[in-house]
Nanobody, 128 residues
């Protein structure tokens, strides 16, 4: 059974930084071939913020995250990270860790529905 547990959320002022962590267990190299941070802004649909794939390692960033966020993974420790800088009020959302062992076709891994395993989320609130 795959378990994903996020931590590191909180409240920051605009321009601040946060690093979110996702400890994962019950996984193997197949069911975590792709991992992602997905957020849900109030009133909007889920969106993939950043994702990482292995074999070889590749990354994806949403346009809004490209210059400010960095996704990384420590396979030895079983932790997925996202470093978020220059946070803005519009980044306020629930952030979820997600994983998938599926084969990605045509960039599917950049979409929330591609992911089959989800954590419960951690709230990030950015004040102006």
């Amino acid at each position: 059974q795959v378990v994903l547990m996020e931590s590191g959320g909180g409240s920051v002022q605009a321009g601040g930084s946060l690093r979110l962590s996702c400890a994962y267990s019950g996984t193997n190299r197949y069911n975590t071939q792709y991992m992602a941070w997905v957020r849900r802004v109030p009133g909007k649909d889920h969106e993939v913020v950043a994702a990482i794939g292995t074999g070889p390692e590749v990354t994806f960033y949403a346009d809004f995250a490209e210059a400010r966020f960095t996704i990384s993974r420590d396979k030895g420790k079983g932790i997925l990270y996202i470093q978020m800088r220059q946070l803005q009020p519009e980044d306020t959302a629930m952030y979820y860790c997600a994983a998938s062992g599926r084969m990605s076709i045509g960039g599917q891994w950049s979409t929330p529905t591609f992911y089959t395993e989800w954590g419960k989320g951690t709230q990030v609130t950015v004040s102006s």
